[in-house]
């Protein structure tokens, strides 16, 4: 899959660097819910989960600059009850942030996964004004908000939900 500027692939073993490189920014990581990671080994572990997930490289040329992720959501509430609903998550690198490249690729990917799937669902923090505008610029409209527990960070968060 292309855009005019990004493609998207699988994740494979040799892009444990790219990968150390996106989760050691403590911004990008925590945004995504999780602290920094600071060794390869833990970089190793965490490419093993976005490869057991699926997850996509988000790729400039050959450059790794970031995932992109999709889960199944269940919703116990109408209108989504009983729905085929997923959401997703996403990170690009601090140096690739205010490109236009995050736009790109969620509007894309999202508007993928809005022909495959009834509802499509994106979260963020409360306090990253740059995701939820992102969001909101992707066509995404706002559901509600929640709130918990979030181990790697250790802390409550309350994060906005919307959907497509």
Do not use: W
Not at 103 to 131: G, I, P, Q
Request: hydrophobic content about 40%; some cysteine.
């Amino acid at each position: 899959m292309r855009t005019k500027r990004l493609s998207f692939r699988g994740f494979v073993f040799t892009d444990i660097d790219a990968v150390l490189s996106l989760v050691s920014e403590p911004s990008v990581a925590e945004a995504a819910g999780f602290k920094a990671i600071t060794t390869k080994e833990e970089a190793e572990t965490f490419l093993q989960g976005l490869m057991e997930s699926q997850a996509l490289a988000v790729c400039l040329g050959d450059d790794v600059i970031g995932y992109f992720r999709v889960y199944p959501e269940k919703m116990d509430t109408e209108p989504y009850q009983s729905k085929d609903c997923v959401g997703l998550g996403f990170a690009l690198r601090k140096d690739m942030q205010k490109k236009g490249y995050g736009t790109e690729m969620l509007s894309f990917l999202s508007d993928e996964l809005k022909k495959a799937h009834d509802y499509v669902f994106a979260d963020a923090f409360l306090d990253n004004e740059a995701s939820n505008a992102l969001i909101k610029k992707c066509g995404f409209h706002y559901l509600e908000d929640y709130s918990m527990y979030f181990d790697f960070l250790e802390k409550e968060m309350t994060c906005h939900s919307y959907v497509k």
